[in-house]
């Protein structure tokens, strides 16, 4: 597993705690930290999306709720929201990683971490976001 997927896990996971408890970002991936071994690369990426991911919060939900058909926001499983949210703080503010990267990389999480449907709607808000700012 590359050093980038790692990071984007760690985010995910990081992001799905702070949902539940809201403690800090720190706090969550510290304690991450603490149960394996974290490259220093995997910890700053993971520390830049799950940060950029809770301070754009209200915008990237906003995109969210754009983006879902016959779904409401409320309803979404917290592993979905939790991979949707870091993906889309990647889609909008990284701009230095293809969109279809980040969605690739969303879909092989949500297969390994959400339900069996998971990763095609993941798939299908993340390209429907990709094409909106493609214009």
Sequence with gaps: MGLRRKARILAFQTIYSWDINHSSIEELL???WKKEDI???VADFARLLAGGTVENIEQIDSVIKKNIRNWEFE???KVDLAILRTSIFEILF???VPAGVTINEAVEIAKSFGSDESYKFINGVLDNIRRTQNG
């Design 94 to 96: 990284q701009e230095d």
């Design 39 to 41: 490259n220093s690369d």
């Design 75 to 77: 309803r979404l499983a």
């Design 30 to 32: 510290d304690f991450s």
